[in-house]
């Protein structure tokens, strides 16, 4: 078994292991070096470092789980730790994770550690419109005070000046997004998430359309049939039938995350 070392200091944040030439070889920025003897070299500990190393079998921890102070007035449970590991790790993903396991925390502090890391700007909460500021812009308000966010309601000409002001996350209800397509397109949104799909996706109407373009290659359902493991583990075959859903996509322009698949709570047995 190879001895994995994580280095917390402010600076550098590394991963050391045993000199390995391939892992030199696919990371060519990694620093080899020797100790007492020990040839052995330091990896940069950033996600896409992560994610080679795990491709050659080696079991690294998400930096975040490593390197982020999860701001807010109580520590994160296990639960939401295993779940922005798993977010900010993803390009895109599904969070299968059951009622009352903080979710929409898991969604903020996955933006706010990718944002700190220089890795995300701006990121679009799309979502029903009673969980607008009660839910997200309260929550936001709660564990990251310092983001600036922008509430996306009433007239479009309103909406389009909020949008056109100074923010982190903006939010926008279903039907709004059909309203302000044009406009949110212009915006290049890093994270996208998606709040409460089965809202939009239980009926063929305009709002549908928006979220889920039929001009993508990509076929998408909401009602698949998966495996999915639940709250503290438990696992569970799940009809995704009217999900409550968290949708994380990290992309690289606004709206290609529509190629991607929805991200759902499980629901039902």
Request: positive net charge; contains cysteine; hydrophobic residues 45%.
């Amino acid at each position: 078994m190879i001895n994995i070392q994580i280095s917390h200091a402010p600076r550098p944040q590394c991963v050391v292991i045993p000199f390995r030439p391939d892992v030199l070889k696919l990371i060519p920025h990694a620093k080899a070096f020797a100790v007492d003897g020990r040839d052995l070299i330091a990896i940069p500990h950033g996600i896409e470092e992560t994610r080679l190393l795990r491709n050659l079998d080696l079991r690294v921890p998400a930096p975040i789980a490593e390197h982020y102070d999860y701001p807010g007035p109580q520590r994160p449970f296990l639960v939401q730790k295993l779940t922005t590991a798993m977010m900010t790790m993803q390009p895109r993903m599904f969070v299968l994770n059951d009622m009352g396991t903080g979710k929409t925390r898991c969604a903020i502090w996955s933006y706010d550690f990718l944002k700190k890391r220089g890795l995300a700007k701006k990121m679009l909460v799309i979502c029903p419109i009673s969980t607008m500021r009660f839910v997200w812009e309260r929550e936001i308000k709660i564990i990251a005070p310092y983001l600036k966010v922008a509430v996306l309601h009433g007239l479009k000409e309103k909406r389009l000046d909020t949008l056109a002001g100074e923010w982190d996350i903006a939010i926008i209800n279903h039907d709004g997004l059909a309203v302000m397509f044009d406009a949110l397109f212009k915006t290049n949104f890093d994270v996208v998430v998606l709040d409460e799909a089965a809202m939009p996706a239980g009926v063929e109407n305009a709002t549908r359309r928006t979220l889920f373009p039929a001009s993508t290659n990509t076929r998408m359902s909401v009602t698949p049939s998966v495996f999915a493991a639940v709250g503290g583990g438990t696992r569970r075959k799940a009809r995704v039938a009217c999900p409550e859903i968290v949708a994380v996509c990290l992309v690289g322009r606004a709206f290609q995350w529509a190629r991607a698949a929805v991200v759902t709570r499980a629901v039902g047995s």
